[in-house]
């Protein structure tokens, strides 16, 4: 018999990703019964079929930032089980560790404020904060851009939105070069091998100079 078996699991941002995997995991181990939290209530269903032969669940379209919201959620699971054994809050987490191996957390991501599932590294700016990617949740759902600082500080700096932003990057960002160059287009008519001297304008920089030969 599993150690999980009678055990009563509740997991957050279980519609897809690592939270799905999860909710999974905890089915082969026989896990009593598996609560599927996030607010994509569609794809929560299509969990919980995944699981139904093997675990008992329950689904809730639940905004985990909305207190009155978990709440009601908690008191419906209650109602039907005496108690929560395993809470899996499943957004993600930031962390740092050092060369010595002490493990620091410095934030646990909350799917709806801050975005959740971040797949991507970090980047470091010449600032000293660092920026990333989540693929998942923020005010859309669809992922979210950030800063954090190095103690823990966490800013986001968009909420992607799927018309004009595309959404759910799997990817890192990337340090735009000081100056990104730009030149603005420029005709110049010479006759056959004779030199002319020529200077570009544009943006991102001072006057491009070139000789013409």
Same mark, same amino acid.
């Given at each position: 018999?599993?150690?999980?078996? %009678?055990?009563?699991?509740?997991?957050?941002?279980?519609?897809?990703?690592?939270?799905?995997?999860?909710?999974?995991?905890? &089915? #082969?181990?026989?896990? !009593? &019964?598996?609560?599927?939290?996030?607010?994509? !209530?569609?794809?929560?269903?299509?969990?919980?079929?995944?699981?139904?032969?093997?675990?008992?669940?329950?689904?809730?379209?639940?905004?985990?930032?909305?207190?009155?919201?978990?709440?009601?959620? $908690?008191?419906?699971?209650?109602?039907?089980?005496?108690?929560?054994?395993?809470?899996?809050?499943?957004?993600?987490?930031?962390?740092?560790?050092?060369? $010595?191996?002490?493990?620091?957390?410095?934030?646990?991501?909350?799917?709806?404020?801050?975005?959740?599932?971040? #797949?991507?590294?970090?980047?470091?700016?010449?600032?000293?904060?660092?920026?990333?990617?989540?693929? $998942?949740?923020?005010?859309?759902?669809?992922?979210?851009?950030?800063?954090?600082?190095?103690? %823990?500080?966490?800013?986001?700096?968009?909420?992607?939105?799927?018309?004009?932003? @595309?959404?759910?990057?799997?990817?890192?960002?990337?340090?735009?070069?000081?100056?990104?160059?730009? $030149?603005?287009?420029?005709?110049?008519?010479?006759?056959?091998?004779? !030199?002319? &001297?020529?200077?570009?304008?544009?943006?991102?920089?001072? @006057?491009?100079? @070139?000789?013409?030969?």
């Amino acid at each position: 018999m599993s150690k999980l078996s %009678g055990k009563i699991v509740v997991i957050t941002g279980a519609s897809s990703g690592i939270g799905r995997s999860t909710a999974l995991e905890f &089915a #082969k181990l026989e896990a !009593k &019964a598996i609560i599927l939290v996030a607010r994509n !209530k569609e794809r929560l269903s299509q969990v919980s079929s995944e699981i139904d032969e093997k675990s008992e669940s329950m689904i809730f379209g639940c905004d985990i930032s909305n207190k009155s919201e978990v709440l009601e959620m $908690a008191k419906e699971v209650l109602s039907v089980y005496d108690t929560v054994d395993i809470l899996v809050n499943n957004a993600g987490t930031i962390f740092k560790i050092t060369p $010595a191996k002490v493990y620091t957390v410095l934030r646990h991501l909350t799917q709806s404020t801050d975005g959740s599932n971040p #797949k991507g590294s970090l980047v470091q700016h010449s600032n000293g904060n660092f920026y990333g990617m989540t693929s $998942a949740g923020g005010t859309n759902n669809l992922g979210t851009i950030f800063k954090i600082t190095s103690n %823990g500080t966490y800013t986001v700096l968009r909420n992607f939105t799927m018309a004009t932003d @595309g959404g759910n990057p799997f990817g890192s960002l990337m340090l735009a070069p000081v100056n990104n160059l730009v $030149a603005n287009p420029l005709s110049i008519t010479t006759d056959e091998d004779v !030199k002319k &001297a020529f200077m570009m304008s544009g943006s991102g920089g001072m @006057g491009w100079i @070139g000789i013409l030969a």
